[in-house]
């Protein structure tokens, strides 16, 4: 099993932007067939997928509402994802969690992804 460690959440105004990183701990065998992906969920709402990249091939998928403003990463040697989130809105406060799945999983479904981190929260104002 994985242990997964956000970091990098906080407090932004609309227009700004923030880094998130996840660190993935497992071994780089399993890492580099593993999807790494972010979801996030906001009070009330349930969680959604956000972004996802296959370690092995570096293939990437992204939720229609955060295209052209979130680019998700990798540096394998560090084992770590990476989430850059740019011109933020409002509605991107939540909770993001990164979370990892075995093989491609780019359809960022929740349950094929077995290991999940803590949390990083993101709160945008407006």
């Known amino acids: 099993q994985a242990q997964l460690v956000e970091s990098g959440g906080g407090s932004v105004q609309a227009g700004g932007s923030l880094r998130l990183s996840c660190a993935v701990s497992?071994?780089?065998?399993?890492?580099?067939?593993?999807?790494i992906a972010w979801f996030r969920q906001a009070p009330g709402k349930e969680r959604e997928g956000v972004a996802g990249i296959y370690t092995g091939g570096f293939s990437t998928n992204y939720a229609d509402s955060v295209k052209g403003r979130f680019t998700i990463s990798q540096d394998s040697a560090k084992k770590t994802v990476h989430l850059q989130m740019n011109s933020l809105l409002p509605e991107d406060t939540a909770m993001y969690y990164c979370?990892?799945?075995?093989?491609?999983?780019?359809?960022?479904?929740?349950?094929?992804?077995?290991?999940w981190g803590q949390g990083t929260q993101v709160t945008v104002s407006s």
């Open positions: 497992v071994s780089e065998y399993l890492y580099s067939i593993s999807t």
């Open positions: 979370a990892r799945g075995a093989g491609p999983r780019l359809l960022l479904v929740p349950a094929d992804f077995p290991d």
